[in-house]
């Protein structure tokens, strides 16, 4: 298995949110926005953010974004992380949240976030795995104010 992870482009938006559409499917709660997810909105958050695709034998089959808080801009929220679903179980999201985190201390960022939706605690595991720690003071920028609130965690990239 041939596996890449690139950094996404403006030319990658309309993918982004077919990948984002498809791999929130039937595993992501129907009144997420993700599902929703247009080529318009990927392509603010890749010109305000950044994004990774994420490539198997040249086939995309995941992505990621990440956005920095309008208040801090050296702490990124990492949003819309998926892989399809044909492409789970063999921890291939590890190699997305891996190039944000390594990107992030490339661009000498203070933090990293993440939300964790109410209905996917058994992310907060994995989430702990890569130096994750759950934040219960923090808000999710982007959060749903028609679901439960998110679980916010951070890691710092300043050690």
Same mark, same amino acid.
């Given at each position: 298995?041939?596996?890449?992870?690139?950094?996404?482009?403006?030319?990658?938006?309309?993918?982004?949110?077919?990948?984002?559409?498809?791999?929130?499917?039937?595993?992501?709660?129907?009144?997420? @926005?993700? %599902?929703?997810?247009? =080529? *318009? #909105?990927?392509?603010?958050?890749?010109?305000?953010?950044?994004?990774?695709? +994420?490539? $198997?034998?040249?086939?995309?089959?995941?992505?990621?974004?990440?956005?920095?808080?309008?208040?801090?801009?050296?702490?990124?929220?990492?949003?819309?992380?998926?892989?399809?679903?044909?492409?789970?179980?063999?921890?291939? @999201?590890? %190699?997305?949240?891996? =190039? *944000? #985190?390594?990107?992030?201390?490339?661009?000498?960022?203070?933090?990293?976030? +993440?939300? $964790?939706?109410?209905?996917?605690?058994?992310?907060?595991?994995?989430?702990?795995?890569?130096?994750?720690?759950?934040?219960?003071?923090?808000?999710?920028?982007?959060?749903?104010?028609?679901?439960?609130?998110?679980?916010?965690?951070?890691?710092?990239?300043?050690?």
């Amino acid at each position: 298995m041939n596996l890449v992870v690139r950094e996404a482009t403006k030319d990658d938006a309309r993918l982004i949110a077919e990948l984002t559409r498809a791999a929130w499917a039937g595993k992501v709660s129907v009144t997420s @926005s993700g %599902h929703r997810e247009t =080529a *318009v #909105i990927v392509a603010e958050h890749l010109r305000d953010g950044g994004g990774f695709v +994420l490539e $198997v034998d040249d086939q995309p089959v995941g992505s990621v974004r990440w956005l920095p808080l309008d208040a801090e801009q050296d702490v990124w929220e990492v949003c819309r992380m998926g892989v399809l679903p044909q492409y789970r179980g063999s921890n291939l @999201s590890q %190699h997305l949240l891996e =190039a *944000v #985190i390594h990107h992030g201390l490339a661009a000498g960022v203070e933090e990293v976030r +993440l939300a $964790v939706r109410a209905d996917q605690p058994k992310l907060i595991d994995f989430y702990t795995a890569y130096e994750f720690e759950l934040a219960e003071e923090l808000e999710y920028s982007h959060a749903n104010p028609l679901e439960p609130a998110p679980l916010v965690m951070r890691r710092s990239l300043r050690h």
